[in-house]
């Protein structure tokens, strides 16, 4: 089966632009995340679907970022406008399963995000 | 929140020797445990995890970890490296109830010829 897709692979922007994110789920898989791995630091948790609807976006810097997902298929996530500090890598996961905790995951290859 | 800390962010060993990575959580009950590995230009690929039963976890590539409760830990280990090991290494917790993974800040192996 195929994996989950992000793309772009890589984005350069300039502060104050604005960048849109896609991420491809595994077909079947109710549950999308989105992680982010800022330079030097922890992956943090942004936000989780189920389906279309958002579970849980706790983890959402502030405003300047949406994350949609279209009739639950695949995700978006927008920077708008972009910060310095929003360099980093944006991982999207995907999972089946209703169980909590259980993981499961499978994770896209990233999307290396650079803001200049 | 879940708390996961690694000992060492840049771990060298040479090839054939021990690999031993170190993951310590933060919690009053068991929670799920993960370790996770990112080779280069690749995705975050699951290479074994702990739920409930055998404390010992076996995963892929002979890598197996164990689950200590007295100690919250859960240390990564492979009798020998391999070149192909080298990679960067996280390692993930989560609660029962909750979909949300806390990760360490990860550690990266290089292997010495």
């Known amino acids: 089966e195929a994996g989950v897709t992000q793309f772009p692979s890589h984005s350069v922007i300039e502060k104050g632009q604005t960048v849109t994110l896609r991420c491809d789920p595994i077909s079947g898989h109710d549950n999308l995340y989105w992680y982010r791995r800022v330079m030097g630091k922890e992956i943090k948790f942004l936000l989780h679907f189920v389906k279309e609807s958002k579970q849980d976006e706790s983890g959402m810097p502030n405003n300047r970022f949406l994350a949609e997902r279209t009739g639950g298929t695949y995700s978006t996530l927008k920077v708008q406008p972009a910060e310095l500090e929003d360099s980093g890598v944006y991982f999207c996961?995907?999972?089946?399963?209703?169980?909590?905790?259980?993981?499961?995951?499978?994770f896209g290859s990233g999307t290396r995000l650079t803001v200049v | 929140a879940q708390s996961v800390t690694q000992l060492g962010s840049h771990v060298s060993v040479s090839e054939g020797a021990l690999v031993l990575l170190r993951c310590n959580y933060s919690s009053s009950v068991p929670p799920y445990l993960f370790w996770y590995v990112q080779y280069p230009n690749q995705g975050l690929q699951l290479l074994l995890k702990y739920t409930t039963g055998a404390t010992l976890v076996k995963g892929i590539n002979g890598f197996e970890a164990e689950f200590k409760k007295s100690e919250t830990s859960f240390h990564l280990t492979k009798p020998s490296a391999h070149m192909s090991d080298a990679a960067e290494y996280f390692c993930a917790v989560s609660d029962w109830n909750d979909y949300k993974l806390s990760f360490g800040a990860g550690t990266t192996v290089t292997v010495r010829a």
């Open positions: 996961a995907s999972s089946q399963g209703s169980r909590r905790g259980s993981g499961g995951y499978t």
